[in-house]
């Protein structure tokens, strides 16, 4: 089983910055990609960046230039960097991770999710 432990979430004025961290543990043997997904109120949860195990990385429109993502594999840890945050981004952030025991087969396990907030 794999655990993953969001940190970071929280209140913060439209022009702020937050950075969210993501730690995975438990049997892990690789893991793919990792990434961060949002929900806010009455919408979808929507894809807002993730990043592959050779650091490739993929962001939705609406994040571009002010959201980065990274990772630290030896950590087996993602982060996302938020800059100039807008009201527009608040919603519940979800790490996202694809992980094998085994080498074989990935699994998909998320995070607990954690409030942002941007409000002033």
């Known amino acids: 089983q794999v655990q993953l432990v969001e940190s970071g979430g929280g209140l913060v004025q439209p022009g702020g910055s937050l950075r969210l961290s993501c730690a995975a543990s438990?049997?892990?043997?690789?893991?793919?990609?990792m990434g961060w997904y949002r929900q806010a109120p009455g919408k979808q949860r929507e894809l807002v960046a993730d990043?592959?195990?050779?650091?490739?990385?993929n962001y939705a429109d609406s994040v571009k230039g002010r959201f980065t993502i990274s990772r630290d594999n030896a950590k087996n840890t993602v982060y996302l960097q938020m800059n100039s945050l807008k009201p527009e981004d608040t919603a519940v952030y979800y790490c996202?991770?694809?992980?094998?025991?085994?080498?074989?087969?990935?699994?998909?396990?998320w995070g607990q999710g954690t409030q942002v907030t941007v409000s002033s």
């Open positions: 438990g049997s892990i043997f690789s893991i793919n990609a």
């Open positions: 996202h991770t694809l992980v094998s025991s085994n080498g074989l087969i990935y699994y998909h396990y």
């Open positions: 990043i592959n195990s050779g650091g490739s990385t």
